[in-house]
């Protein structure tokens, strides 16, 4: 089951990654300051960039484990329960968000799954 600190040593292997604190209780991982990862100290869950399409393709695959994120949901954006979803699944999930997000000359460094 991972933790927040499993998200965190993942999204901080990725390239150019900065850890920011926001909103003084959410922890944000940037790529060039665009967010692709929020959550927090000790927290359950996590939300994660997607696009709309593989938001829904999550949603439909386990519902249990995905829900639309709050606020952010309309763009894409999704739920993840960390004690539900593998670590396999999170470093995918986790590697799609950095690529969505990074400038398109740094998408080469970390290839698609």
Request: hydrophobic fraction near 45%; glycine fraction near 8%.
């Amino acid at each position: 089951m991972p933790t927040f600190d499993d998200v965190r040593s993942i999204a901080l292997r990725l390239p150019e990654v900065e850890e920011i604190l926001t909103w003084e209780t959410d922890v944000t991982f940037r790529i060039r300051k665009k967010i692709f990862v929020i959550g927090g100290e000790g927290t359950d869950r996590i939300s994660v960039k997607a696009t709309p399409m593989a938001q829904a393709e999550l949603l439909d695959l386990d519902p249990g484990t995905f829900a639309s994120a709050p606020y952010t949901g309309r763009f894409g954006w999704v739920t993840v329960v960390l004690e539900r979803v593998e670590r396999g699944v999170l470093e995918g999930l986790l590697r799609d968000a950095w690529r969505s997000a990074a400038p398109a000359k740094l998408r080469y460094l970390v290839p698609p799954r």
